[in-house]
Nanobody, 124 residues
Framework: QVQLVESGGGLVQTGGSLRLSCAASGRTFSSSAMGWFRQAPGKEREFVAVISQVGTIKIYADSVKGRFTISRDNDKNTVYLQMNTLKPEDTAVYYC?????????????????WGQGTQVTVSS
């Protein structure tokens, strides 16, 4: 069993930055692909970014490419999402996700574990 706890959300102005963290419990973090999804009010949950087990593969949604960076620290069992140049349309609840499979499992929404989510609000 893996538990995921997100932190770092908050209120920021357009153009600002936030860094989300997702701390994972359990011994399987380093063998898990990790990702971030988000869900805005009235919309479906959507893929944001994914990182492979050793961090060599990173895939981003087109809407965040060039602005967001996903990274991980396997010694700390933590995955991060650095969000720069934030826009009002980035406002959403951001969820951490983990899979014992590959980055393609994450990207397709085949998730083994979800976090509880953290709210990000970007004011215009």
């Amino acid at each position: 069993q893996v538990q995921l706890v997100e932190s770092g959300g908050g209120l920021v102005q357009t153009g600002g930055s936030l860094r989300l963290s997702c701390a994972a419990s359990g011994r399987t973090f380093s063998s898990s692909a990790m990702g971030w999804f988000r869900q805005a009010p009235g919309k479906e949950r959507e893929f944001v970014a994914v990182i492979s087990q050793v961090g060599t593969i990173k895939i981003y949604a087109d809407s965040v490419k060039g602005r967001f960076t996903i990274s991980r620290d396997n010694d700390k069992n933590t995955v991060y999402l650095q969000m720069n140049t934030l826009k009002p349309e980035d406002t959403a609840v951001y969820y951490c996700a983990a899979t014992h499979g590959t980055v393609w499992n994450i990207k397709s929404g085949s998730i083994d574990y979800w976090g509880q989510g953290t709210q990000v609000t970007v004011s215009s």
